[in-house]
């Protein structure tokens, strides 16, 4: 707020950032989640986790975090600047994740840990952003099975 520079308040343009915001966050919430419920399984112990969202990308977390910063880039667009400042550091956050801090470190942590098991999830599941869909031979995200919705009847 203290770099609003737009004299016409908000635009679509920044809802579309508050919401690319709102639903990354969520996504990075979701995959770390998964992440922590597979390491938590004594079953899954010395394996890669493939299950879920890391079915779809070899890193989802930083896929989310770097479409924060897009989010962010969305936020700080102005008829003044057109937005370049924060494309600029979308760009930056998007090339130190996958060039410099995150993924690279990560993946040679993974593959010094996990060896061919690693070497084999790397080659069939892209990197931070992912495919359009996951490769053919992972399985899908599972849906777990719920009972039946509650409804307000159900609640009395």
């Not at 707020?1 to 709102?22: F, I, K, Q, Y």
């Not at 394996?47 to 700080?76: D, K, M, T």
Request: hydrophobic content about 45%.
């Amino acid at each position: 707020l203290a770099s609003w520079t737009d004299p016409c308040g908000v635009r679509p343009v920044h809802l579309l950032g508050l919401a690319l915001v709102a639903l990354a966050m969520l996504g990075e919430g979701w995959a770390d989640l998964q992440l922590a419920r597979f390491k938590r399984d004594p079953a899954q112990r010395g394996q890669v986790c493939a299950q879920g969202l890391w079915a779809w990308s070899r890193h989802p977390n930083y896929f989310c975090e770097w479409l924060i910063w897009v989010g962010f880039a969305l936020l700080s667009w102005s008829p003044l600047l057109l937005g370049i400042p924060g494309l600029l550091c979308a760009a930056g956050m998007y090339y130190l994740l996958n060039h410099v801090t995150g993924v690279p470190l990560t993946e040679a942590q993974l593959l010094a840990s996990k060896g061919p098991a690693y070497a084999e999830y790397q080659a069939k599941v892209p990197g931070p952003s992912g495919p359009a869909r996951p490769a053919a031979d992972f399985q899908p995200p599972r849906v777990a099975k719920r009972g039946p919705v509650p409804t307000l009847e159900s609640c009395r």
